[in-house]
């Protein structure tokens, strides 16, 4: 556990981690990053911002998206791997919201077959 230095102030950290079976686009991941934040009741103020480094830029092995959404109270950072088809989300907020819900609609949107690995902080 992370030692609380500012416990006067409020937050909520979630980070899930799965593989997902669903082919993933730049699409695809704006349509999650906006869906989750509303099935959260989590108020964004700005679009996704997306980035898909060229395999030039590093390593092959991890190429794919880096995405992030802007919340009134905080954000959330997305990154996938093509050619894993893993995935990796960090959920922020200093608003409180429903983890399980969370997990279960990351499950059933990127239609996860196997385990998800998640962590509160």
Do not use: H
Request: glycine fraction near 4%; aromatic fraction near 16%; charged fraction near 20%.
């Amino acid at each position: 556990m992370i030692k609380n230095l500012a416990p006067d102030i409020f937050r909520q950290r979630l980070l899930i981690e799965s593989f997902y079976t669903i082919d993933i686009s730049r699409e695809t991941v704006e349509k999650y990053l906006l869906d989750i934040a509303e099935n959260l009741s989590l108020r964004t103020y700005g679009k996704p911002v997306i980035f898909a480094p060229t395999s030039s830029m590093g390593q092959e092995k991890n190429a794919g998206y880096d995405a992030f959404i802007p919340l009134i109270d905080s954000g959330i950072s997305a990154y996938f791997w093509s050619n894993a088809k893993f995935f990796s989300i960090v959920i922020y907020t200093c608003k409180g919201f429903d983890e399980q819900a969370a997990i279960d609609f990351t499950r059933e949107y990127f239609a996860v077959s196997s385990e998800i690995a998640s962590a509160s902080f």
